[in-house]
């Protein structure tokens, strides 16, 4: 369960050949999927701001998707006809996001979009990446007032060291407008940089760094900028467990830039006058 649904991050199905795969129900974005070889936590369980990244969008409902590799080439591309994200205003003044899910005769309220692609090869490895979702906006007492446009695209590349090591960053430009399509509700730019050290064939470590340059949210143009340093340490038990410490310090944002001006706040709240915010977790994680 997540977000009070049965299946909350994936339910889909689809369909594999030779000519790539087709894929239909609640899924990733194109950003989200492509970019994940190029985030050195890979989207960790603690402490990763992926929603500043990808945006409350990042898992949609009612979307079919396509993946297909060729070569060193992955291309993939999808279509929601409904998102499903109903999330509240991020700031004081600015407007509650998102519906439902597809809404009877206006085609293009709620729908989103994306595409990317991959270049892989050898110790090198490059991806871009296109985002845009068509969120409701309601008022604060709830009325619908338009549809507005939430755009992102990315890029990120990664080197592998040897066998121990690699290195890899990106940048993520982001815009949003609200309905009548000039009005700015956001403009921000997000980077990181970070990399990944096999100490031994059991024993990694990761260390990232994120950065935000909220250029404006709301026509307020100087903002504290939020950026926050993480750490993992993971040990691997067996092919499917492993036991991780992780920590992160965040600075102008709670943790995984929770209460910061682009982000939805998941639970890491900055109490009155604080600018930072420490964290530590220590975990054991099963993947089936």
């Given at each position: 369960q997540?977000?009070?649904?049965l299946f909350g991050r994936q339910a889909y199905v689809g369909l594999d050949s030779r000519y790539g795969q087709f894929l239909f129900g609640r899924q990733y974005t194109s950003l989200f999927h492509i970019m994940a070889n190029y985030s050195p936590t890979a989207y960790a369980v603690?402490?990763?701001?992926?929603?500043a990244f990808a945006g409350a969008n990042l898992r949609e409902d009612n979307t079919a998707k396509y993946i297909g590799t060729f070569g060193p080439v992955t291309a993939i591309a999808h279509w929601s006809f409904g998102t499903g994200v109903a999330l509240p205003g991020t700031s004081q003044g600015a407007p509650s996001v998102g519906g439902n899910g597809e809404v009877p005769g206006q085609f293009r309220r709620d729908s989103a979009y994306g595409l990317g692609a991959e270049y892989a090869a050898g110790p090198f490895g490059v991806a871009v990446a296109y985002d845009q979702y068509n969120p409701s906006l309601s008022s604060a007492a709830g009325a619908f007032v338009g549809t507005g446009s939430f755009k992102k695209a990315t890029i990120g590349a990664s080197y592998t060291l040897g066998a121990t090591a690699k290195i890899m960053g990106g940048y993520r430009w982001g815009q949003n407008k609200?309905?009548?399509?000039?009005?700015?509700?956001?403009?921000?730019?997000?980077?990181?940089?970070?990399?990944?050290?096999?100490?031994?064939p059991a024993l990694g470590l990761t260390l990232e760094y994120n950065y935000d340059n909220v250029k404006n949210l709301l026509g307020q143009t100087h903002l504290a900028n939020p950026w926050q340093v993480s750490f993992i340490a993971d040990y691997t038990l067996s092919k499917r467990t492993d036991l991780y410490l992780?920590?992160?310090f965040s600075k102008n944002a709670?943790?995984?830039f929770d209460t910061s001006a682009i982000s939805f706040a998941n639970g890491y709240f900055l109490a009155s006058?604080?600018?930072?915010?420490?964290?530590?977790?220590?975990?054991?994680?099963?993947?089936?």
């Open positions: 997540s977000q009070g649904r603690q402490y990763e701001p992926v929603v609200a309905q009548d399509g000039s009005t700015l509700i956001l403009r921000d730019d997000f980077f990181w940089i970070g990399g990944n050290y096999q100490v031994t992780t920590t992160a709670g943790l995984n006058g604080q600018s930072t915010m420490l964290g530590v977790a220590l975990g054991v994680r099963h993947k089936f």
